[in-house]
């Protein structure tokens, strides 16, 4: 990618990704990618799914080897007791932070310096059963609010929640032990993200983008801290 690329304090890095390519790109990004990771690349039933995979995070680690100094192959992940990923004990002294979402065709990479996050992007599906999930899934106060919604803007509400619960549930790293019930984030028509209601208190301190996006899907951050600064970029390796 060029010249080593630097993150100033309270700085956040957001790289869309498009996850569509040719075969010849779909071969190069596969050299890229640890043993592990093609292992988990393999898994894939669906060539659109594999090859999906491998160019996200061929360009994960593209990215992150700039930040780092690096070669791609030399970018080494550890993972936390719920599974978030950070980098290995060795590269981890750098102080760069980062989390990886991905939807459909795109994915969604945030990059930061010492400080937690989570990022999550989804494609706008109108035709998921949004309602039958919110009730589900989403607190009492979030499926009222749903319920308020007028039923053309229903389905970008829906993932406008989503997505913000993800994000938290991704910056605290505890994965699926979280319910997303237990926490209440603000959404719906011309409403700034927040975070309205958590379990622990020493969650509260973080802060809660909404994001742009390609048409058609929503994105979300949260990080800890505030008054950060949001840079912009997409991905053309």
Same mark, same amino acid.
């Given at each position: 990618?060029?010249?080593?690329?630097?993150?100033?304090p309270?700085?956040?890095?957001?790289w869309?990704?498009?996850q569509i390519?040719?075969?010849?790109?779909?071969?190069?990004?596969?050299?890229?990618?640890s043993?592990d990771e093609?292992?988990?690349?393999?898994?894939?039933?669906f060539?659109?799914h594999?090859?999906?995979?491998?160019?996200?995070h061929?360009?994960?680690?593209?990215?992150?080897?700039?930040y780092?100094?690096?070669?791609?192959l030399?970018?080494?992940?550890?993972?936390?007791?719920?599974?978030?990923?950070?980098?290995?004990?060795?590269?981890?002294?750098?102080?760069?932070?980062f989390?990886?979402s991905?939807s459909g065709d795109?994915a969604?990479? =945030?990059?930061?310096h010492?400080?937690c996050?989570?990022?999550?992007i989804?494609?706008?599906?109108?035709?998921?059963?949004?309602?039958?999930?919110?009730t589900?899934?989403?607190?009492p106060?979030?499926?009222q609010?749903?319920?308020?919604?007028?039923?053309?803007?229903?389905?970008t509400?829906f993932?406008s929640c989503w997505?913000?619960k993800?994000?938290?549930?991704?910056?605290?790293?505890d994965?699926?032990s979280i319910p997303?019930d237990?926490?209440?984030v603000a959404?719906?028509?011309?409403?700034?993200?927040?975070?309205?209601?958590?379990?622990?208190?020493?969650?509260?301190?973080w802060?809660?983008?909404?994001?742009?996006?390609p048409? =058609?899907?929503?994105a979300a951050?949260?990080?800890e801290?505030?008054n950060?600064?949001l840079?912009?970029s997409?991905?053309?390796?």
């Amino acid at each position: 990618m060029g010249a080593k690329l630097q993150l100033a304090p309270g700085e956040v890095h957001l790289w869309q990704i498009h996850q569509i390519g040719p075969d010849d790109k779909i071969l190069r990004g596969r050299r890229l990618l640890s043993p592990d990771e093609i292992q988990r690349a393999d898994r894939f039933h669906f060539d659109e799914h594999r090859h999906r995979f491998i160019l996200a995070h061929a360009a994960m680690r593209t990215i992150l080897s700039s930040y780092l100094n690096v070669a791609p192959l030399d970018v080494a992940y550890s993972y936390g007791p719920k599974g978030k990923p950070a980098l290995s004990a060795d590269l981890e002294r750098s102080g760069i932070r980062f989390n990886l979402s991905h939807s459909g065709d795109y994915a969604l990479l =945030g990059v930061t310096h010492n400080l937690c996050l989570g990022v999550d992007i989804e494609f706008i599906n109108h035709e998921f059963g949004t309602e039958e999930i919110a009730t589900r899934f989403f607190s009492p106060g979030e499926i009222q609010t749903l319920h308020a919604v007028p039923r053309a803007d229903k389905s970008t509400a829906f993932f406008s929640c989503w997505t913000r619960k993800e994000a938290y549930i991704k910056a605290v790293g505890d994965g699926l032990s979280i319910p997303l019930d237990s926490f209440d984030v603000a959404f719906g028509p011309n409403t700034q993200p927040a975070l309205l209601r958590v379990q622990v208190p020493e969650h509260q301190y973080w802060k809660m983008y909404d994001l742009p996006g390609p048409e =058609g899907y929503k994105a979300a951050m949260v990080i800890e801290g505030e008054n950060h600064r949001l840079k912009y970029s997409v991905f053309g390796g």
